[in-house]
């Protein structure tokens, strides 16, 4: 439950977004979701986790990974790290870290255990998430990897950035190199499953189960028609707590 600080930030956050909210249809016209102006401070006042919480979710955490987890020996011996002991390690400071802090300890955490069974969905305003008007995926020409823009969000008009643009850079770092350090904040089970994930929500970041980006805004490097771009594009605030999570038919919200 949150406490008063909490429920005012929480309070702020959405007049914010709804502030700035515009309404996201299906291709039948109906409204699926909304996209507003994302605040990366508000976001961060708005993730609040009381004193009480933050030891019930060690604790819980604890239990989930001692009693019922039949992997923590295998994973402890293949990755080199054990979260048992990182969460007796954690304990003692949880009073003291930053909400922020505190989700992003507990993020890197499960990331760490590299598993997706264990998944850890925390407190993220309204269901949020973090996004950028264009997906990026990868593709080989012959046995060089290639990240090309396939889709712009619908309803944005990007000064260069088109689909089908070659990604060179992201932030000024080469974006296979990039891609390798952001998969350190996804939960894969091994080395391919996390670069998997590092680029299914490279430009998607749900909240609730991962931790914010690191960055406010993001200056793309790509190539167009043999011609090199540089582009800024700032992060959005997507909501889509409205839309059903698994429909009668068809794929769900995030794909699957």
Not at 108 to 120: C, G, K, P, Y
Not at 153 to 171: C, D, E, I, M, R
Request: glycine content about 8%; charged content about 20%; overall charge neutral.
């Amino acid at each position: 439950m949150l406490d008063s600080v909490g429920a005012k930030a929480m309070e702020q956050f959405v007049a914010d977004a709804q502030a700035t909210a515009k309404t996201v249809t299906s291709p039948a016209g109906k409204p699926i979701a909304r996209r507003f102006d994302f605040n990366y401070a508000s976001a961060v006042s708005a993730t609040v986790y009381s004193q009480f919480d933050r030891h019930q979710i060690v604790s819980m955490l604890r239990l989930g990974l001692t009693s019922f987890y039949v992997h923590l020996e295998r994973k402890k011996a293949i990755y080199g790290f054990d979260p048992v002991r990182a969460l007796d390690l954690l304990e003692p400071s949880i009073d003291t870290l930053t909400d922020s802090e505190f989700h992003q300890s507990i993020v890197d955490l499960i990331a760490r255990t590299r598993d997706r069974h264990l998944i850890f969905y925390g407190r993220a305003p309204i269901g949020m998430s973090a996004v950028l008007p264009f997906i990026i995926e990868r593709c080989w020409q012959g046995q060089d990897a290639q990240y090309v823009v396939t889709k712009i969000a619908s309803g944005f008009a990007p000064k260069k950035l088109q689909a089908g643009a070659l990604v060179t850079h992201w932030n000024g770092i080469p974006i296979e190199r990039f891609l390798m350090l952001n998969a350190n904040v996804f939960d894969g089970g091994n080395q391919a499953a996390s670069l998997a994930r590092s680029i299914a929500f490279l430009t998607h970041r749900p909240l609730a189960e991962f931790a914010a980006p690191m960055e406010e805004w993001v200056d793309l490097w790509f190539t167009l028609g043999g011609s090199a771009y540089e582009e800024r594009f700032v992060w959005q605030g997507f909501d889509a707590s409205g839309t059903p999570v698994t429909p009668s038919l068809g794929r769900n919200r995030t794909g699957y």
